[in-house]
């Protein structure tokens, strides 16, 4: 059973870092993609970042590259988004998705097949 459980979320001013964690289970990390994705109030879906874990490459979403950095602990099965320099445009709920397959469908894909239930992030003076 593909389980996401995503972590990390609170409140950042802007210029500040926030890391998101989402710890997985039921497939083996190594072998597949994980992406990370967004959802404002009021908004649609928007991709942020999606990292292969090979050959197939890591992706940036332009309004985050150079800011946020996707990074993945096979052995603790956990994937990682640090994001910096927050800014107000930033604020949503964080999801982690997978199609547990190798590919990456760039940074801005959302269908994801299977996904965590979030965590809010809030940027905020």
């Known amino acids: 059973q593909v389980q996401l459980v995503e972590s990390g979320g609170g409140l950042a001013q802007p210029g500040g870092s926030l890391t998101l964690s989402c710890a997985t289970s039921?497939?083996?990390?190594?072998?597949?993609?994980v992406g990370w994705f967004r959802q404002a109030p009021g908004k649609e879906r928007e991709g942020v970042s999606c990292?292969?874990?090979?050959?197939?490459?890591?992706y940036y979403a332009d309004s985050v590259k150079g800011r946020f950095n996707i990074s993945r602990d096979n052995a603790k099965s956990t994937v990682y988004l640090q994001m910096n320099s927050l800014k107000p445009e930033d604020p949503a709920v964080y999801y982690c998705?997978?199609?547990?397959?190798?590919?990456?469908?760039?940074?801005?894909?959302?269908?994801?097949?299977?996904r965590g239930q979030g965590t809010q992030v809030t940027v905020s003076s």
């Open positions: 039921g497939f083996t990390l190594e072998y597949y993609a």
């Open positions: 998705a997978t199609n547990v397959g190798p590919h990456c469908f760039g940074a801005t894909y959302v269908n994801y097949e299977y």
């Open positions: 990292d292969s874990g090979s050959f197939y490459g890591t």
